[in-house]
């Protein structure tokens, strides 16, 4: 069949900079790049390109632009070219639209329109530079009360505690799987973690055998509905285990990892035969309601001799503060919300921009509701799904965080560009493939640089945005909306955030 | 509202437990009774660190996850033995251990089991070997739903069921792996009633002796001819069945194996690979 789409972006080549070397050919691994038959012309079939921009950084000349096609339809605000190029997709082809990373659409960014504080005059600001500042973060369970015995100079915690986590900063990386994710870019999340000293977590596609010992410290192992490479050894390697409910991108389905990205390696990782598709389906199937979800976290507890929190990550959707609710009271230690911007290596279209509510309205209820009903210490909240400056982690933190999880500004870090591809395994970034050719385009020690110097910046900016507040600890931010106004905002949400509007 | 925490409210510490145990040698018993699902696990950890090889539990009543607490590196297998009926989740992530139960069993029996054996000398209930990925389970009646979901295979860690009597609906929904065996030793007429059997499935086998019809298979099975080396493996099967449950049931091996067995498999290996547009 003759397809009817338009291109989506343009390749333009400045001719008086190329000098024919060739880069672009093996950069683009889309098929935009060709010889021609003897070798003196490369040929442009910009209809396939995704815009990754990999030609244009790697270009040595610089001869490269690649655009959005600027060619369209009749311009129409309802009818738009997104719009019409689906259905002409789905007409070619009759099924669901696939797609990557987190929902593009102009959806209020409430993040946009909310304002911090800063000291002035009546209390001090604090400069981080000169004085200490405190991002340190322990996440799980708090007991009621702490009794305390001191003898002189010692003083000894006599209540027994629950397990917790130490984070030197208050960003952790989200669950992205060993398998939607090639190993170096798996491997570059867990060395980050370990160099910064916070946690990566694993997805669902377990945790590789060599990686147990040195990684498993750092490691949330998730345990989701396809309960891939789940072993008693893989969950008592870690730091914590990870109940997956839902993911922001797609909450309410399961994911399928397509048989042909399960290769050798991974399937040693999750323990199926290779080639065969990784169904997760969309329940957990010993899960139907909030007893079994206990039932599960307790038997995790069990499996693990109570060493390790249990969180449990669902996705933000209406109600959600009435779930989580009902979570805490099911034994979870910490709760991960994932925000319907929350990205992943493939979902469908129409899930991933339909579904869900935004993270900052859900965190704001959630633990509005948690203290009302005086269970907030009973858990800690990490907030999730596109997060992405300092300033949306110390938003989410005053909303009423104790964390966040980063996942789609880590692969940025990585170099990830958005070209929203990520479940067809070309990724051109070396990041969502098992092509073992592009997978070794991202070197997991550089990338692990630059992790590092992304969590090392945002915790400075943190740090500085604390001090002008005039608070020295990250523990002090949390739920203090007092330091945060909205603009722009109508009455309910105003108070669903449980904020004021600017001025006020 | 009061928080409510019902596995830890209450949870005695061990020295108010720990009489309820007695270990000789290498064997413990423990007497289960009025021990909460946390105690009793406490105090079957506490046996096994103490050199226990065999743990008997009397008087179990209800108490959840027997066995999961048992995953000590480098690993020791352990063979319990329970009497009474022992609590959802039993063999919960199981490492290895073999558990006997002179009793029924009741949900989530070998949830996401990683090895070992579990012999059930009664009947079990729902989501029984729920992603199991290596061992072997038998139980000498019948199971309820969703049983097999999801349990996977790979290389040689082939999980194994063996189910003496039936199964309610859902049996081996999404199963990736595995051999399921329902042997049909208590159907009034020869028929299974189960429906939505394989419904998803995409790896492993189900065998079933007795009837089911075409209507009560999900779409993504098919009905293969049985083999001469599935015959060798459902030989092995029933001998090790008899061998457990030989003298509680009424039929011999021989008129076991001489009923008519099905062989279930998956169409494909990616039963949703063309639901998609790129
Ligand atoms: S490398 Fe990426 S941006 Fe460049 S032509 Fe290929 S698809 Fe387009
Ligand atoms: S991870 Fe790769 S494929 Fe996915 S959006 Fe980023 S660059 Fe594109």
Redesign the interface.
Known sequence: MKSHLLPDFVVERIEERCNRCGVCVKQCPWGVYSWNEDKTEILIDYTKCVGCQRCVVYCPNKALIVRPYPGSYRPNAYWTKEVISDIKKQAEQGGVLLVGTGSDRPYKVYFDHILLNASQVTNPSIDPLREPMELRTFLGRKPDRLEIEIDGDDVEIKTELYPNLVVETPILFAGMSYGALSKNAFLALAMAAKEFGTLFCTGEGGLPKDMREEYGPVAIVQCASGRFGVDPEYLNCAAAIEIKIGQGAKPGIGGHLPGEKVTAEISATRMIPEGTDALSPAPHHDIYSIEDLSMLIYALKEATNYEKPVFVKIAAVHNVAAIASGIVRAGADVIVIDGFRGGTGASPKVMRDHVGIPIELAIAAVDQRLREEGIRHKCSIIASGGIRCSADVVKAIALGADAVYIGTAALIALGCTMCQKCYTGKCAWGICTQDPNLAKRLNPKEGAKRLVNLLRAWSLEIKDMLGGMGINAIESLRSNREQLRGIGLEEWELRVLGIKGAGE | ?R??????DGVRRLEEIVHQARIEGDVAEIDAKGLK??EL?DLM?FCVERGAKKLILKNVCGQ??IG??L?F?PGVKVEIIIYGTPG??LG????GHRIVVYGNAQ??VG??M?DGEIIVHGRAGD?VA??M?GGKIFIRDSVGY?TA??M????D?VPLLVVGGTAQDFLG??M??GRVVLLGLNLENGRHRCHYIGT?M??GVIYLRGKVEKYQLGKEVGVVEMEEEDWKFLEKVVDEFCGYFGREIKMERDEILGGNFMKLIPVT??????????
Do not use: C
């Not at chain 2, 919960?92 to 490492?95: I, M, N, P, Q």
């Not at chain 2, 290996?269 to 790129?278: A, E, N, T």
């Open positions: 509202m928080f409510v925490d019902s596995f830890l699902h946390k696990n950890r959840r996850y999961t607490r995953f590196n959802n989740d919960a992530f199981l490492a949900d989530g949830n996401t990683d989501v729920m992603a990925r969703r979901i999801h996977k295979e790979y290389m860690r929904e999404y990736a792996g998803g995409h790896g290996k990616r039963p949703y690979g063309k639901v998609y547009s790129y």
